[in-house]
């Protein structure tokens, strides 16, 4: 089982940016596709970025453009990079680790407010 533990949360005013970083304890992290989900208040999670193991990232289209997903395979790190934050992205965000046969993995999530 992979641990996966964010941080960079917090609040931020609309038009700001903010930088989530989740950190992986597994030896072969280069392995996983790694993405980013978030939950906002009565809302269901939705998926937000992917970067897979093989490079290729993707975007929700409601922050393609803003956001930007990355990932530090040395550091065992996939990062979150939010610009022009609006209050629509205010959520906990959480990142998941898909393993294929090795399995899934979910951190616990850091929340983000973005708010005046």
């Known amino acids: 089982q992979v641990q996966l533990v964010e941080s960079g949360g917090g609040l931020v005013q609309p038009g700001g940016s903010l930088r989530l970083s989740c950190a992986a304890s597994?030896?072969?992290?280069?392995?996983?596709?790694m993405g980013w989900y978030r939950q906002a208040p009565g809302k269901q999670r939705e998926w937000v970025a992917l970067?897979?193991?093989?490079?290729?990232?993707n975007y929700a289209d409601s922050v393609k453009g803003r956001f930007t997903i990355s990932r530090d395979n040395a550091k065992n790190t996939v990062y979150l990079q939010m610009n022009r934050l609006n209050p629509e992205d205010t959520a906990v965000y959480s990142c998941?680790?898909?393993?294929?046969?090795?399995?899934?993995?979910w951190g616990q999530g850091t929340q983000v407010t973005v708010s005046s």
């Open positions: 597994v030896s072969i992290f280069s392995i996983y596709d």
């Open positions: 998941h680790a898909a393993g294929g046969w090795r399995g899934n993995s």
């Open positions: 970067a897979t193991s093989s490079g290729p990232t």
